[in-house]
């Protein structure tokens, strides 16, 4: 439940849309609160669950002429089954209104512009105080925190495997992907947005560039270069990082980077093999597992506290 500004800032580069915004949701729905799309006259961007209330919710996302909250209950507005009622934010956007984003927590009403609710001033400031998420929709305003910087993600290697992890997470938000190998040719005509192409002819020269907070896909045509990246890495520090590959091939690694000096501690710190091998090793199955994880830990990270504030009108 976060505002990436820098995301929307780019989708304006595009042109004037309207973010469509799940701000509610009571019993079963489509969407969780916090999905979003992004509606231009003539494209779509993002969803909030397909079906009769998409189709309502970009119609009326193309005759908004403000901000403002409509609420549908899915079974008697819809003729969907899925019993529940959805809240949707409607809110025009542009580079001009963007720029006025500022601040931790970024609280704005919908409808005509009216002093801020004392409701939704304790909601910030606890915000802030304590680092959680606030409720999405308060008083009849909506309160979001902004996004930090995504995350960076290195994808070593344009091969199969890499083609396919890059394919299944480059759509998820909050991920900036840094795709590495040795010539451009290796990689597809056109990448998905979000994604940077770095070429070298040694990638493992490229570590230096990459923040100690990063994560690490190491899937390279070569176990040499997999190694040196390995001990590369571990030496430059980082926040995740995995290796595909065979136990044995990870034994030989383990061995070998203990002669260069690693301890079992740092070494341990490199998943191999990566995804889950019960699915199967096609690429796409290795694609979707991984995305798994890293969608697991990242809800592990930040859902106890997305899900137990409140706000009291």
Known sequence: MSLRREALLAAAARGPFVRVLVAEVKGSAPREPGAEM???PDHVEGTIGGGALEFEAIARARSCQGARLERFALGPDMGQCCGGAVSLAFEPMD?????????????????????????VTRARAEARRAGT????????????????DPEQLWVW?????????????APLPDWAIRWADTDAARFPDTLPQG???????????????????????????????????????????????????????WSRFQRRL?????????????????GD??????????????????????????????????CTA
Do not use: Y
């Open 38 to 40: 992004l509606v231009w």
């Open 95 to 119: 580079a001009q209104s963007l720029a006025h984003i500022e601040g931790t927590v970024f609280a704005r009403p919908l409808g005509a512009p009216s002093e801020m609710p004392l409701a």
């Open 133 to 148: 998420q606030p409720p999405l929709l308060c008083a009849g305003w909506l309160v979001e925190t902004l996004a930090p």
């Open 157 to 169: 290697g344009a091969g199969h495997v890499g083609r396919a992890i890059v394919n299944v997470i």
């Open 195 to 249: 994604v940077t192409r770095l070429i070298a002819e040694n990638p493992a020269d490229l570590v230096s560039l990459a923040p100690p907070s990063a994560r690490h896909l190491i899937l390279t045509f070569s176990h040499a270069l997999d190694f040196e990246l390995c001990h590369r890495l571990l030496g430059r520090g980082f926040s995740a990082c995995g290796l595909i590959g065979s136990q044995t091939k």
């Open 258 to 274: 203990t002669e260069l000096g690693h301890s079992p501690a740092q070494i341990s710190r490199i998943a191999c093999p990566i």
């Open 277 to 310: 091998p019960s699915l199967g090793k096609a690429p796409q199955a290795i694609a979707i597992s991984v995305a798994a994880a890293l969608l697991r830990e990242r809800i592990e990270r930040a859902g106890t506290a997305a899900t137990k504030e409140g």
